[in-house]
Each structure stands twice: as C-alpha cells, then as structure tokens.
T-cell receptor, first 115, second 113 residues
Framework: GAVVSQHPSRVICKSGTSVKIECRSL??????MFWYRQFPKQSLMLMAT?????????EQGVEKDKFLINHASLTLSTLTVTSAHPEDSSFYIC???????????FGPGTRLTVL | QKEVEQDPGPLSVPEGAIVSLNCTYS??????FMWYRQYSRKGPELLMY????GNKEDGRFTAQVDKSSKYISLFIRDSQPSDSATYLC?????????????FGTGTRLTIIP
C-alpha cells in the first residue's frame, strides 16, 4: 500500500512555543492531504483539508491562525501549532488521498505534549 | 444523533473466534465504506474498502454493506492476538481519495490467547 510518513513522531515543547509537523507521501503524489487530531480513546476529528498550492479549508471550530497548514508540494504538507498551550497536547495524524484505489492512507501520527 | 454510530466496546474474544464489528449511519448519501485498524499510538491502517452494497473478502476479513439498512459490518475469522486493536469504520459520499471521511468512534478489540 501507499506510504505516508510524519515527522517528528513525538515532540515535547514548552507552552508558548511553535511546533511544526511534517506529513509526506513517500511513493505517490497527493493533491489533497487531511489533518486530524485524536484524543485518548476517541475517534479522529478532522481539523482541515489541505490542497496543494491553495489555502487549507478548516473545519468549524478550528482556529486557522493557531493551526497553520501549508501544502507546498504534491508530497509534503506541514501543520504548525503556533503558541502551543497544554490543551493543544494531542495525537495529530495526517492522511493523503490516492487517486488510483481512490482512498486515503494515514501517517503514523505525531504525539505532541505541551508542558 | 451522530452521522455514524459504532459501539466503542471494549470487546474481548478468545483466539480463533469469529469477530463481528458493526457501524450504522444516518446519511443515505454515503456510498464508499472503509474499515481501518489502529494500533495503540499509531496511525490508522486501511483494511477494507467497498463501494455501495455487497460483500468483499480479503483473507480472514470480510466487509459487508447493507445500504438499505444503513448498516456495515466487518467480520474477522480465526482471530489472532495480533488483531487486537481499535477498528474504525469510515465512509464518504463521493470518492474518498480527495474527500473528507466521516468516522465512527472506533471499537476496541482484544483477542485473548
């Protein structure tokens, strides 16, 4: 199957700092990538849809100025959590759409802990 | 009412048993149905992908979709301890490659050796 990577896999930062998470499709080009967050024992909550070369579409209730998304190429999307606070601590997962089998493949996730 | 309902479990069964996981949904426009497996602290892994009603089999896994009842199922035969994970159903109205998915809450499954 298609491979999606995320970096870093885990990050711990101090409150007030910014953190960047990368999502890469390793063996295919993805015009669309999605960013989710997941709280313990809960399902995935879609944060935003990222399209290559255009602005991301954010879900209702997600602060676009806090969660900056950039999709600069067909294989890379980044999520930057700006001025992180402890309530931003979560598991962040990206997915990338693949036109052939026409489905989405998920990255391994990034665990963010804000102290 | 949530668009997709899934029993969160936890569900524990002995090794070798047949496991049945289910989701119901309210949006009759959903046409594409997926099952993902997620191990603890990992990203979801696509298991099965079906379009419209019918059955699809892949090894020990069988996915069933009944659009008339708005009900989908995943069966796991000869369950193994390595099947212990959270199983998420997901669905979309149009081809899901570039469209957001609607997820169930996930069912935590434990296979007891």
């Amino acid at each position: 199957g298609a491979v999606v990577s995320q970096h870093p896999s885990r990050v711990i930062c101090k409150s007030g700092t910014s953190v960047k998470i990368e999502c890469r499709s390793l063996d295919f080009q993805a015009t669309t990538m999605f960013w989710y967050r997941q709280f313990p024992k809960q399902s995935l909550m879609l944060m935003a849809t990222s399209n290559e070369g255009s602005k991301a579409t954010y879900e209702q209730g997600v602060e676009k100025d806090k969660f900056l998304i950039n999709h600069a190429s067909l294989t890379l999307s980044t999520l930057t959590v700006t001025s992180a606070h402890p309530e931003d601590s979560s598991f962040y997962i990206c997915s990338a759409g693949l036109a052939g089998p026409d489905t989405q493949y998920f990255g391994p996730g990034t665990r963010l802990t804000v102290l | 009412q949530k668009e997709v309902e899934q029993d969160p479990g936890p569900l524990s069964v002995p090794e070798g048993a047949i496991v049945s996981l289910n989701c119901t949904y309210s949006n009759s426009a959903f046409q594409y149905f997926m099952w993902y497996r997620q191990y603890s602290r990992k990203g979801p892994e696509l298991l099965m992908y079906t379009y419209s009603s019918g059955n699809k089999e892949d090894g020990r896994f069988t996915a069933q979709v009944d659009k008339s009842s708005k009900y989908i199922s995943l069966f796991i035969r000869d369950s193994q301890p390595s099947d212990s994970a959270t199983y998420l159903c997901a669905m979309s109205e149009v081809r899901p490659g570039n469209e957001k998915l609607t997820f169930g809450t996930g069912t935590r499954l434990t296979i007891i050796p």
